[in-house]
């Protein structure tokens, strides 16, 4: 499952922003709330960044707290700055066969993609 999340995850790094990748990794309430609030969000949401290109898998690693959840914590490398190495942690959940993020947390800078969605301005 991880080489397929790591494959998955760089896929979408590197993909367009399209609406079908949205709709395929975020599960439908977060796709829904990012939907709402996308005017808000000013960069990639599995990154956090507004250059996911210059983003690299480093390491990754899971742990799985359900049986229909599994957090995925990964470290990635953004060349070329080789002292910034941020760590985010999606969390899955499997939804008909799938496993789609239900958050992601940007725990370098101690937030989440649904928090940032949904505070009030």
Known sequence: ??????RDLSTTLTAEDKEGDLKRFLAAPLYR??????RDFDGD???ASQEPESYAVASISSTQPSPT??????RF???PSPEIHPVIRYEMTEIAGRWQ???IFYVTDKHSLRTLLTRKR
């Open 1 to 6: 499952m991880r080489e397929a999340l790591a």
């Open 45 to 47: 949401p599995f990154t």
């Open 69 to 74: 959840r599994v957090d995925v914590t990964v």
């Open 77 to 79: 490398d953004v060349i």
């Open 101 to 103: 993020a239900n958050d």
């Open 33 to 38: 709330v990012f939907m709402k609030g996308a």
